[in-house]
């Protein structure tokens, strides 16, 4: 037998399928490894485990919109106006998320923050799921 007949023996189709079987798989059910607390509304959760996280927090005067060309043409001595009043208090932001206002104020002579006016934890959280 020549080798063009023994490879066209081997490409001729077989009484077998080829086709891949297929089978149901079997899992174990999941458990929650959450603590209870953790998952039933109304309960406390435990904030031990994030006490540690670091947040940045921001401190907003104000803002404004300026086009690129007036960008472009800042300089020292620039002034830039700012959408708020003098003596307005300032935004207290935790991670991009308003959390407070308060007012300027100088602790040994570092500026600090007097807390004025704090958004409550619903609305807060409204904020984040936003």
Same mark, same amino acid.
């Given at each position: 037998m020549s080798a063009d007949e023994q490879q066209d023996e081997n490409l001729e189709p077989t009484d077998q399928a080829d086709e891949p079987s297929a089978e149901k798989a079997d899992?174990?059910?999941l458990e929650s490894t959450a603590p209870a607390a953790a998952t039933k509304p109304g309960k &406390?959760? &435990? #904030?031990? @485990?994030?006490? &540690?996280?670091? @947040?940045?927090?921001?401190?907003?005067?104000?803002?404004?919109?300026?086009?690129v060309r007036d960008l472009l043409q800042l300089n020292q001595g620039s002034v @830039?106006?700012? &959408?708020? #009043?003098?003596?307005?208090?300032?935004?207290? #932001?935790?991670?991009?998320?308003?959390?407070?206002?308060g007012d300027v104020v100088v602790v040994n002579n570092?500026?600090?923050?007097? #807390?004025?006016?704090?958004?409550?934890?619903?609305?807060r959280i409204k904020k984040v799921n936003e």
């Open positions: 899992f174990d059910e &406390d959760v &435990d #904030l031990n @485990v994030i006490l &540690d996280v670091d @947040v940045t927090i921001e401190l907003e005067v104000g803002r404004t919109n300026l086009s @830039v106006e700012l &959408d708020r #009043l003098a003596g307005e208090p300032l935004d207290v #932001l935790v991670n991009g998320t308003l959390i407070a206002h570092n500026y600090g923050i007097r #807390l004025t006016d704090v958004v409550s934890p619903i609305e």
